[in-house]
């Protein structure tokens, strides 16, 4: 089975500066995919970035960037420039990858507030 | 591209009656609908994984005598909450998968609706 933690149950950072948040997994499986998710007060889910575990290359949009250890299993989101519009719940998660749907194994989310 | 409806948005029931939540997949087929319940301030918890024309499959610890999952066509999975109890009182959530997994271009292979805040009095 898969778990993923988030240890920060919330966070705070000032507009305009830089904020990272943690996720660590524990698998056993070598081929799958990372996720970072935003769900605003509205309670969409918005996907932020995604990471596949076969690429060395750490995933990046725009203002946010993951810095992805494989063998530490550690998925860390980091936001620059932060933006009052990124308050929010973020939640890591965590999907196999079998080439068609599968589960996706959430964390206990992060709770971001940016502050003016 | 890539939107799914989930509908109703709220629903407020009375305690021993049922209650249906549709999640509907506008502009692609999805093979898969995934049911997620989340309580506040907490995390999404997976329900049951439901395939077009077979059974759904529970995690464990759901009951599924109690939340029944249809998903008789590409584009529509129903779960009925059935005799509703105040602690089933919940955000439910679906997502949808087009049943391949498309190129990573395609950023998110999941496609979620907007909810379903369920009270129960």
């Known amino acids: 089975a898969q778990t993923v933690t988030q240890s920060q149950p919330e966070m705070s950072v000032q507009e305009a500066e830089t904020v990272t948040l943690s996720c660590t997994y524990d698998?056993?499986?070598?081929?799958?995919?990372l996720f970072w998710y935003k769900q605003p007060p509205s309670r969409q889910m918005i996907l932020v970035i995604r990471?596949?575990?076969?690429?060395?290359q750490n995933a990046t949009e725009n203002r946010f960037s993951v810095n992805f250890q494989k063998a530490a299993k550690s998925f860390s989101l980091k936001i620059s420039d932060s933006q009052l519009g990124d308050t929010a719940m973020y939640f890591c998660a965590f999907m196999i990858n079998t080439g068609t749907a599968s589960k996706l194994t959430f964390g206990t989310g992060t709770r971001l507030q940016v502050t003016l | 591209g890539a939107v799914v409806s989930q509908h109703p948005s709220w629903v407020i029931c009375k305690s021993g009656t049922s209650v249906k939540i549709e999640c509907r997949s506008l502009d692609f087929q999805a093979t898969t609908m995934f049911w997620y319940r989340q309580f506040p301030k907490q995390s999404l918890m997976l329900m049951a994984t439901s395939n077009e024309g077979s059974k759904a499959t529970y995690e464990q610890g759901v009951e599924k005598d109690k939340f029944l999952i249809n998903h008789a066509s590409l584009t529509l999975s129903t779960l009925t909450v059935t005799s509703a109890h105040p602690e089933d009182s919940s955000f439910y959530i679906c997502s949808a998968h087009p049943g391949t997994l498309l190129p990573s271009s395609y950023n998110s292979p999941l496609h979620f609706g907007n909810g379903t805040r369920l009270t129960v009095t």
């Open positions: 698998t056993s499986e070598s081929n799958y995919y």
């Open positions: 990471q596949e575990a076969y690429k060395q």
